[in-house]
């Protein structure tokens, strides 16, 4: 089992940035790959971004292409999302996402992650 604690959400103004962070425990996350999603209330989750296990493979939602950066640090268990230039429109709950590997690669889609955070809150004024 994976347990995954998400942190770093908060209030910003449009323009501004954030880091996420994703501290895993119960497994070493180096064989896992990664991802962050996003939900709106009265809305489906949506993917973000994700990161491969060896973490040489990303992928964005072209909502958030230029802006966000994922990036992983198996030696502290952790995967982080820099946010910047920060919309209203990326208000929402972020969630961190694991799926165990058995070949490095990308996973964009909800289905495809075990394992899931409780997660974090970012809010972005206009």
């Known amino acids: 089992q994976v347990q995954l604690v998400e942190s770093g959400g908060g209030l910003v103004q449009a323009g501004g940035s954030l880091r996420l962070s994703c501290t895993a425990s119960?497994?070493?996350?180096?064989?896992?790959?990664m991802g962050w999603f996003r939900q709106v209330p009265g809305k489906e989750r949506e993917f973000v971004a994700a990161?491969?296990?060896?973490?040489?493979?990303?992928s964005y939602a072209d909502s958030v292409k230029g802006r966000f950066t994922i990036s992983r640090d198996n030696a502290k268990n952790s995967v982080f999302l820099q946010m910047n230039n920060l919309k209203p429109e990326d208000t929402a709950v972020f969630y961190c996402?694991?799926?165990?590997?058995?070949?490095?690669?990308?996973?964009?889609?909800?289905?495809?992650?075990?394992?899931w955070g409780q997660g974090t809150q970012v809010n972005v004024s206009s």
């Open positions: 119960g497994r070493m996350i180096f064989m896992y790959g």
């Open positions: 990161i491969s296990r060896g973490g040489g493979s990303m």
């Open positions: 996402a694991a799926v165990w590997q058995s070949i490095s690669q990308v996973r964009t889609s909800e289905s495809d992650y075990d394992y």
